[in-house]
C-alpha cells in the first residue's frame, strides 16, 4: 500500500483560468524519496501545500497512509496529517532559541519528553551545542537543519521539502543534501521534495515526476528519466540532446542519422532524441567498419574543452549535432568525422 496517494488533484485560483494544478496523479511509498521536478510556475509547490493541508484542492483526493485527507467534501487540518514540512525560507521563529524552535511541534507532550526528543533531533542534525542560540546567530546551512529537525521531532509520516536548499552555495547544498538524505533513511521518513534543480531530485530522489503548466509529463527512476524521456519537454528540460525527425518502423527507424535504435516501438514519423553522450565520433576511414547501429559524415564546427570531456558540434545535411566525447579525442575544428549513435534512441512523440 502506498504511503501517499495522489488522485486527480486539481487546483484553480481564478475560476475562469487555467488550472494552476491540473489532474495530477503519483504515489509515494514508504521509506521512498520522491521529487517533485519543474520549473517555476509549473505547479510543484501547489501540489506540496494541497498536500499538507494549507491549500484546498477543486478535485481530487489524496491519502495518507490509507486515510482520506482530502477530497470535495473532505479537509483534514495540517496538524492531523502526521505531515512535516520544511519550507523554503525554513520559518524559524526569530524569538525563540534553537531548542524551543525543534520543541514547537511537541506541545501535546510533557515537558521533559519534548525536551529529551529536541535535544536527540539536534544531536540527529549535529547542533547539540547550539541549542541555546536564536536563529540569527546561525548560518543558512544551520538553520535548514534546524527546520529538518522540528519537521523530524514529531515523528511524521512523511516529510514535505519546499525547495530547502536553495539559499545554500553550492557547496553547502551538496554536503546538505547527503546528510539529509541520511538522516531520513535512518529515521524512516518517506519525503516529497519540491525543486527545480535537475542535480537536486536526480541526487536524492528514488523516483522523479517531471511537471509542466500544472501536469506530470513522466514519472520515473532518475536513469529512466534522463536516458528515455517520454516527451520533448522532458527530453530538453533535464539537460542538453539532439532532437530530430524521424520515420518509425517498429524498432527502428530511418533517421537523418541512418537506420536507428528506438527504446521503444513506435510506426510513422516520430520526434527523437539523444543524449549528447550518447553519439560517437569515429574517423572517416574506418567509420563503415565499426560495429554501430547506424552512421553519417560530419564536419567538426566547434570544439570545447570541459574538464572530463570535450563539447563537439557537428555539421551534418544541414542540421547540426553537439556530442560529448571523452577529453582525448583528437578531433578539432574543421575535421571529417563519422557521426554515429551508440545507444538506441528515445521515442519523445509520435508525430
Known sequence: MPLLSVEQL?????ASGPPVVDAVSFEVHPGEFFALLGPSGCGKTTTLRLIAGFERPDAGRISCDGQLVCATDAHLPPEQRGIGFVFQDYALFPHLCVLDN??????????NERTKRAQSMLERVGLAEFADRFPHQLSGGQQQRVALARALAPSPRLLLLDEPFSNLDALLRQTTRHDVRTLLRDEGVSALLVTHDQEEAFTLADRVAVMNAGRIEQIATPEELYARPQSRFVANFLGP???????AEGDTAQSPLGKIQLDRPAHGPVLLALRPEHLALLPPENGSGQNVQAGCDGLVTSCHFKGRDLAYRIAHAGNEYL???PSQTPYRHGDDVVLCPCRAASVVEEL
Open 10 to 14: 486539481t487546483k484553480r485560483f481564478v
Open 102 to 111: 525543534v520543541q514547537f511541534g511537541l506541545s501535546g507532550r510533557p515537558r
Open 323 to 325: 556530442v560529448y566525447a
Open 241 to 247: 540532446t539532439n532532437l530530430m525527425p524521424a520515420h
